[in-house]
């Protein structure tokens, strides 16, 4: 069961950060946690509720990543890694950090991973959920097997399914959900547990421009000259591949923290490990 947050302690407010206005929330108190949503082009919410469950005794500051969610622009306003790097730079230097824990998921592992490498002074420690992979290599491998899951024999007939149930036209709400978990399900290593992730959008502009800036990215060897202290969890059967998340943690002399229990989304299929586990890595208010 997901434990509610503290009444009144969430506050939500836009922020102007250079050329893009940005959406942020702000939970809990206590040593402040920056959390990076994936996509690209996703959004913050679909970590909630399970990530707030962190919010006991520290802060955690979300926020909508320029060209997702609640943090729209104009076609004309540039979005790359670079960008995305330099937003978080600045909001670290809106909120007056010195420096910050950092808590990345997915593509958000990878954007933590590169803003770490480019301005190190500014993280305290990096906590890595379900990471991407850190080379286009591996993300390729990744992409193979998501692909390869989403073809899996009990996905197709439940689409199958879903087609033949006239939902479409009888409860269009309810047929659009179920066509959201059909498309999200190779993430998964039960497809029952798909129901427990909150529905998310990624804006494809975004999402594009991100990852062809990147190209034919590696940066194993920036990884290999961080000091920072880091930490890695990764699904057993999670898409992306188990060796690159292995990878991730060896360069960094990070530990590897294998949820036996979940594929791509530990903190649904394995809430208590994923909480537990982070809580126990992320600075905290002593109680």
């Not at 790359?80 to 824990?101: A, G, P």
């Amino acid at each position: 069961m997901t434990s509610p947050t503290p009444a009144g302690s969430t506050r939500e407010t836009s922020l102007d950060i250079g050329d893009v206005t940005l959406f942020t929330r702000t939970v809990g108190h206590g040593p402040s946690t920056v959390v990076l949503h994936g996509g690209p082009g996703a959004h913050h919410d679909y970590l909630l509720p399970q990530f707030d469950r962190l919010a006991k005794n520290r802060t955690l500051h979300y926020y909508d990543q320029r060209g997702g969610g609640r943090s729209p622009v104009e076609r004309d306003v540039p979005i790359d890694w670079r960008t995305q790097v330099n937003d978080l730079r600045q909001l670290i230097e809106h909120w007056d950090f010195s420096y910050v824990s950092i808590l990345g998921y997915s593509w958000g592992g990878l954007l933590a991973m590169l803003f770490a490498t480019e301005f190190p002074t500014l993280v305290s420690h990096l906590a890595l959920v379900s990471p991407a992979p850190a080379t286009a290599t591996g993300r390729a491998a990744f992409e193979t097997r998501f692909a390869e899951r989403s073809r899996a024999p009990k996905i197709v007939a439940a689409r199958k399914e879903l087609q033949a149930s006239g939902l479409r036209k009888n409860d269009v709400q309810a047929y659009r959900q179920r066509a959201f978990e059909l498309s999200v399900a190779g993430y998964f290593r039960e497809l029952s547990n798909v129901r427990e992730l909150t529905p998310f959008r990624v804006t494809g502009r975004t999402q594009q421009g991100v990852w062809d800036s990147l190209g034919n990215y590696d940066i194993r060897d920036r990884l290999q000259q961080l000091s920072v202290p880091s930490i890695v969890l990764h699904g057993r059967y999670d898409p992306i591949p188990m060796e690159t998340a292995a990878e991730t943690a060896n360069l960094m002399g990070a530990p590897l923290i294998v949820m036996e229990h979940s594929g791509h989304v530990p903190y649904v299929e394995d809430t208590e490990h994923f909480v537990t586990t982070l809580d126990a890595f992320l600075p905290r208010e002593n109680t």
